[in-house]
């Protein structure tokens, strides 16, 4: 069955650096397209970063642009966001996504925390 099992999030100050990573299986991950949401409280989900199969076209919300990258190694079937120069307002749950017929597969989510 698919499984996407995030990690990497936790507590940093502003203008911090996190690194996140999604490990999936149960899917031939290299041709499918990944995404990035997040969700903080009282706020809706927000399509963070996408990436293609092959990890050559990438697409990001305004938000983060220019902030925060995403990549994957389809070797190590995983997909990562890093995060620079993090703002109090990224604070939030990151999950990782993989599209499918009518909806899409989430993994449990990992928080982000930006604070001093």
């Known amino acids: 069955q698919v499984q996407l099992v995030e990690s990497g999030g936790g507590l940093v100050q502003p203008g911090g650096s996190l690194r996140l990573s999604c490990a999936a299986s149960?899917?031939?991950?290299?041709?499918?397209?990944m995404n990035w949401y997040r969700q903080a409280p009282g706020k809706e989900r927000e399509l963070v970063a996408g990436?293609?199969?092959?990890?050559?076209?990438?697409n990001y919300a305004d938000s983060v642009r220019g902030r925060f990258t995403v990549s994957r190694d389809n070797a190590k079937n995983t997909v990562y966001l890093q995060m620079n120069s993090l703002k109090p307002e990224d604070t939030a749950v990151y999950y990782c996504?993989?599209?499918?017929?009518?909806?899409?597969?989430w993994g449990q989510g990992t928080q982000v925390t930006v604070s001093s």
């Open positions: 149960g899917f031939t991950f290299s041709i499918f397209t």
């Open positions: 996504t993989r599209p499918s017929v009518g909806g899409a597969y």
């Open positions: 990436i293609s199969s092959s990890g050559s076209r990438t």
